[in-house]
């Protein structure tokens, strides 16, 4: 007699897989490195090399020999966390600064939680700021673009956009002088500024964030709410004095808001699951960005203001709830 | 022109509608049928045959008696060999009664002229009871006996008759095939509907991939006053009642309650097709349109079968099982039953039989949730699927319950579109066993 197979519906997938997500995040980074590598060289593909193989090596290592479970870094997780690590930190930081990053990203932030959809944390940006805290002089010195194209060690560097204009606003420097010192606004569109190595390219990042909106992976709920409230808060306070806040634009590309809005914020485990949930998560790391970029000790937010609201996801899932179908309407 | 669907989640699976050109074919009267007395939702019915009596085509063989069931009659004509339980397409036992074919002697009050029969002269009430003498259930696939659903509660108002041509899961165009042949005797179940209800009005949605049906019953329906055709937009799960309510009028039918609650009133219209032959022709619920598919078919096939036929008949018909088959379904891709044996017999709700080789048959390996929210998007009743699996899983019932378990229809999009393909459904189906118990305890005591 013949077998068949019986299970339950649905007896068919849309075929899509983690894998093909994962890999989709990869392809949507391209572009971001591919800036990178023109502006900083090797020290860009020498870094994302170390941080991917580290993290790929990590995790290989914690599911053979800790957990003894079956592995999962074919899923092309660890790759995306690597590529993420690396876009946040300075091209030119020590490689055994970058490995220590990497493991606790990998070994930390997200396999000490369960592995894959289980931490509660961006495990890229826990390892940055694990090396922010730990090497804050290596963490600042950023490489100044295209001369340092075949630099290891040693980079010419300066500061980014934002310190110069954090510095010039303590030191009671007028908008209009700290404007002058700063990279017109199409360099720094195109990237062409001192950074983080991923972060510097808005227009870069932002194809590939519309090539992840058309292929499904995100949606445009957090990046755009998470831009739009920098960018609306940082105009108020424009408006309302232009000689000691900087205009928005300036705000929406300098530092790593795009990489964070787009390619941080929108990390499947620790955003909100609801679409009304993610607006009000894009407009909480919104707010929280402006707050530490104009009022903070730091020049920039990204990532801390990205951190925070990771902490308040679930809370925010709690709250805000999908709209029922048939939701009696409460008289 | 916007053609009209409903709004929220929703999935669109690949068509593979292989069937929609093929004829409806007779299919030859089985040596053997095994009528199950279960056909319907609610109370199977009582036998009122013997083993060793004879029978003949259309005469009635149990009789339900509990106001949600639905009387049964003979397939074919014959003697009744045996009663008793057998498997299900579920695979639970359930009582039968098997017939061997002599022949296909007619009960004489049956009209088997083909002549189209307009005029409806009945009062409401005894359609509405014709419809119960002839075994006329839902044939869309719940088989809810129409009869309850012609029966309007005290207090409530029906105002319109949504017909469901929608046919939203992959593979099965039985219901296609019967607009494009039989589209006018559909329409004057439809006017028969309506007078049962008192309604003046009704809407026929069909999803634009048909669109020669369509077309046909747009021209139809000139002759026909009050009857609306309603193009949608291709969604699944547009099929399941609420999700057409909405798509038609735009009404929203309130969680654990009827659509005669927004006056509607819903049946497939292979029902409404039933119901004309019922009503105008004396005609039991004793034959259906399936359709045999599968990518590996030559010929997928629609049939009019006799119920009670072996699903292997079926198959052996349409071209024979496919060397690599893995997997057969009793229904839709989407909602269907996986059967475990071919020998089962068609039921009045059987709308198709899906053959899947090997490769299609097995599910993908489950990976970790990584919370993308798809099957929360997905979900076309505004459901967290994810989250009840969880509270499923650590059996918190409560919590299940506050996060609307109960309004699970269960039409699978969550666990279609999951990357990392979770068995979300098994998990709510579960779980709405064990809250829908706690409920009935709760409403017991």
Redesign the interface.
């Known amino acids: 007699m013949q077998l068949f197979t019986v299970s339950g519906s649905p007896h068919v997938h849309n075929n899509q897989s983690v894998q093909k997500i994962m890999w989709g995040v990869v392809i949507a980074l391209v572009p971001a490195l591919l800036v990178s590598l023109w502006y900083f060289g090797l020290g860009a593909l020498v870094t994302t090399a170390i941080a991917v193989l580290t993290c790929v090596i990590v995790e290989f290592a914690i599911t053979r020999y800790m957990l003894k479970e079956p592995l999962s870094i074919r899923d092309g997780s660890a790759v995306v966390t690597g590529i993420l690590l690396a876009f946040n930190v300075p091209s030119s930081v020590p490689w055994w600064q970058l490995v220590i990053g990497s493991i606790v990203a990998i070994g930390v932030a997200k396999m000490s939680f369960g592995g894959l959809g289980r931490n509660p944390f961006n495990p890229a940006l826990v390892g940055r700021v694990f090396m922010l805290i730990s090497f804050p002089v290596d963490m600042t010195s950023w490489p100044l673009p295209i001369q340092n194209r075949f630099a290891l060690a040693d980079a010419v560097t300066g500061p980014t956009s934002l310190g110069i204009v954090k510095e010039g606003v303590k030191n009671g420097e007028s908008i209009a002088k700290i404007t002058s010192e700063i990279p017109d606004y199409a360099n720094m569109l195109l990237g062409n500024m001192g950074g983080s190595l991923g972060e510097v390219s808005a227009a870069a990042i932002i194809l590939g964030g519309l090539y992840m909106i058309f292929r499904k992976i995100i949606t445009w709920h957090i990046p755009l709410s998470y831009l739009f409230t920098v960018f609306a808060f940082t105009g108020i306070l424009w408006l309302i004095n232009p000689e000691i806040y900087i205009d928005p634009v300036f705000h929406l590309i300098a530092g790593g808001l795009m990489l964070g809005a787009i390619f941080m914020a929108t990390d499947m485990a620790t955003s909100p699951m609801t679409w009304k949930g993610m607006l009000v998560y894009g407009f909480g790391c919104g707010v929280l960005t402006v707050l530490i970029r104009v009022w903070g000790a730091y020049p920039e937010g990204v990532s801390f203001a990205i951190l925070i609201m990771n902490a308040a996801t679930p809370l925010i899932n709690k709250g805000f709830k999908p709209s029922r179908f048939g939701e009696v309407a409460k008289a | 022109m916007m053609l009209k669907t409903f709004i929220?989640g929703g999935?669109h699976?690949?068509e593979n509608k292989l069937s929609s050109g093929a004829a409806i074919q007779s299919m030859p009267i089985p040596a053997e049928v095994q009528i199950s007395l279960g056909q319907s939702l609610g109370a199977p019915a009582k036998a009122i045959v013997a083993k060793g009596d004879s029978v003949k085509t259309g005469q009635l063989i149990a009789r339900g008696e509990a106001f949600i069931s639905a009387n049964v009659h003979a397939s074919v004509s014959g003697k009744v060999v045996k009663i008793d339980d057998f498997d299900d397409q579920s695979g639970y036992r359930r009582q039968a009664v098997i017939i061997a074919t002599e022949g296909d002697e007619w009960i004489p009050s049956i009209d088997r002229s083909a002549d189209l029969k307009r005029e409806c002269h009945l009062p409401a009430a005894e359609i509405v009871e014709k419809i119960h003498e002839m075994g006329i259930v839902g044939l869309g696939g719940a088989t809810f006996p129409t009869k309850v659903k012609m029966m309007v509660p005290q207090g409530k108002k029906a105002e319109i008759l949504i017909l469901n041509g929608v046919e939203c899961e992959?593979y099965l165009t039985s219901d296609h095939r019967l607009m494009l042949e039989k589209g006018e005797e559909m329409l004057v179940g439809a006017t028969i509907l309506m007078k049962a209800l008192g309604v003046k009005r009704a809407a026929i949605g069909i999803e634009n991939n048909k669109p020669d049906a369509i077309a046909h019953l747009t021209e139809l329906v000139k002759n026909f006053p009050g009857i609306e055709i309603i193009p949608l937009k291709v969604k699944y799960p547009q099929g399941a009642e609420?999700q057409l309510i909405?798509s038609v009028t735009g009404r929203?039918?309130?969680?654990m309650?009827l659509p005669i609650e927004v006056g509607c009133v819903v049946n497939n219209v292979g029902t409404a097709f039933a119901v004309y032959e019922a009503v105008q022709k004396n005609k039991p619920l004793i034959e259906r349109v399936v359709t045999v598919t599968g990518k590996n078919f030559a010929k997928p096939a629609n049939f009019m079968v006799r119920i009670g036929t072996p699903v292997n008949e079926l198959i052996e018909r349409a071209g024979g099982?496919p060397d690599a088959?893995?997997?057969?379904?009793s229904?839709g891709?989407?909602?269907?039953?996986?059967?475990?044996s071919l020998k089962v017999p068609v039921l009045k709700g059987t709308s198709g039989i899906?053959i899947?080789d090997d490769a299609?048959?097995?599910?993908?390996p489950v990976?970790?949730?990584?919370?993308?929210?798809?099957c929360?998007?997905a979900?076309?009743?505004?459901?967290?699927p994810?989250?009840l699996e969880k509270q499923v899983n650590n059996q918190v019932w409560d919590d299940a319950e506050a996060?609307?378990i109960m309004?699970c229809m269960?039409c699978?999009?969550c666990?279609?579109?999951c990357?990392?393909?979770r068995?979300l459904?098994?998990y709510l189906?579960l779980g709405k066993n064990k809250v829908g118990q706690i409920i009935r305890t709760r409403v017991n005591n």
Do not use: Q, W
């Open positions: 929220k999935v699976p690949e992959p609420k909405k929203e039918v309130p969680s309650k099982l088959t893995g997997k057969v379904v229904g891709p989407m909602m269907g039953k996986a059967l475990n899906l899947f299609e048959s097995k599910r993908l990976h970790n949730c990584i919370r993308c929210a798809r929360v998007t979900c076309p009743m505004g459901l967290e994810y989250l996060n609307r309004d269960e699978g999009s666990h279609f579109i990357p990392s393909s068995p459904l098994d189906r």
